[in-house]
């Protein structure tokens, strides 16, 4: 495909888009009109045929239809101008010291509670009581900060005589390290009902999570917001909810989803817990983005941004409905290459029986043939600029591999 025939395809009347055919110029004042492909969400009531108001592409589920088409209107910009709360400035250049920090999302009240639940777990499975305290529960958590800090291949070097760690060896003994970890607990195992154990399974951390998303939720967040997910690390023996994720820098673990500001701040998170059944016709990503921004004040143009596992274009609805914006990454998935059609290449000179047997069996659909217009436009667009880098590999867009562009 040249840059001709891409003109060709645009300007020629079997366009794919409503309103891309080109208009007299003599008609065209850039000053009193703008064009813009707008999205169009499809109605019930329009007079269509069966079979269009039926989904073509399967994935629509529990009887709801959402159809969206490219239309030529007047672009008029929506208002962008942050209206929520802004964090407050330190006064007077003061910062919070780091235990004033960990403070804010681990309260005295959690760690009374690990206390509390420890001790009881400890008679439950030994019949003694282990007798921990707050501040024995707080150096649990500064070794693990120092552990993160300084890896080591085994806990235990953080204590042998040879790789000794003062932060960690000085803080709490080895043994009495290794007996507080095997009976933490933040729920008493005998107050769960057989009911909540088998709807709820992460019922055991359940409290505690509660309480450390509530203290998250108290920051006022930034009008910037990110949305993705985290592998928290984990390789211990078989758990219903740990996954194993290739590519991430922790693929084995516990997945969560989480909204973050852009210093990393975070304001609010969801475990994965497996499938559930009660997905909802936008699919799991979508769901995701929707459950994370409720706990954020509407029509105030909060800024959402994410990648192409939460995108589509049945999540922006509810989102402008929301009054929050959103901007994620799209690419061309791989199901719009279809094989059920034989569509031959460049005709041989032999039309025997071998050279049928090696000719392709591809079809491109509609959406594939707009996405390879449109790439071979950014070409062009690219050498007249003089620009000739390569697009980024992040860039959300892959290129149809059987029809290479000019």
């Not at 069966?50 to 239809?65: F, I, L, S, Y």
């Not at 029509?299 to 929050?324: H, Q, V």
């Not at 460049?346 to 996405?371: F, G, W």
């Amino acid at each position: 495909m040249t840059v001709d025939n891409v003109l060709d395809e645009i300007d020629g009347n079997s366009s794919d888009y409503e309103g891309l055919e080109s208009d007299d110029d003599d008609d065209f004042d850039a000053t009193q009109q703008t064009t813009n492909l707008q999205l169009q969400q499809g109605s019930d009531n329009e007079s269509e045929d069966k079979e269009e108001e039926e989904p073509t592409n399967g994935n629509a589920v529990r009887g709801q239809r959402r159809e969206y088409r490219w239309l030529k209107a007047n672009f008029t910009p929506s208002a962008l101008d942050f209206t929520g709360l802004k964090p407050e400035p330190p006064v007077d250049g003061a910062t919070h010291t780091p235990l004033e920090c960990f403070r804010r999302f681990i309260s005295t009240e959690m760690i009374d509670n690990i206390v509390q639940q420890t001790n009881i777990y400890s008679v439950q499975k030994t019949g003694t009581s282990v007798q921990t305290d707050h501040k024995e529960i707080e150096k649990i958590f500064g070794v693990y900060f120092h552990m993160g800090l300084v890896r080591m291949s085994s806990v235990r070097q953080y204590w042998e005589i040879e790789t000794s760690y003062p932060s960690v060896s000085t803080a709490i003994g080895r043994n009495r390290f290794r007996d507080l970890l095997t009976k933490m607990h933040v729920v008493n195992n005998l107050t769960v009902s057989d009911e909540n154990k088998q709807k709820d399974k992460i019922w055991k951390v359940r409290p505690w999570l509660e309480s450390f998303r509530e203290n998250c939720l108290k920051l006022t967040p930034e009008e910037n917001v990110g949305i993705d997910e985290m592998m928290c690390e984990f390789r211990g023996t078989t758990d219903p909810i740990q996954q194993y994720i290739k590519g991430k820098p922790h693929p084995w673990g516990f997945k969560i989803s989480e909204r973050a500001d852009p210093a990393g701040i975070l304001y609010d998170f969801d475990v994965y817990q497996g499938g559930t059944g009660q997905r909802s016709a936008l699919g799991q990503g979508a769901d995701v983005v929707l459950k994370l921004t409720e706990s954020l004040k509407y029509n105030s143009n909060y800024k959402i941004f994410a990648d192409n596992f939460f995108t589509s274009l049945g999540l922006i609805t509810p989102l402008n409905e929301r009054g929050m914006r959103y901007t994620g990454t799209a690419g061309v998935a791989d199901a719009l290459i279809k094989v059920n059609t034989v569509k031959r290449g460049r005709p041989s000179l032999d039309d025997s029986a071998e050279a049928k047997k090696i000719s392709k069996v591809v079809v491109v659909n509609e959406d594939a043939k707009r996405c390879e217009i449109l790439l071979a436009i950014v070409k062009n667009l690219q050498t007249i600029s003089g620009f000739s880098g390569k697009p980024s590999k992040h860039c959300g867009v892959k290129a149809v591999a059987h029809n290479p562009l000019p």
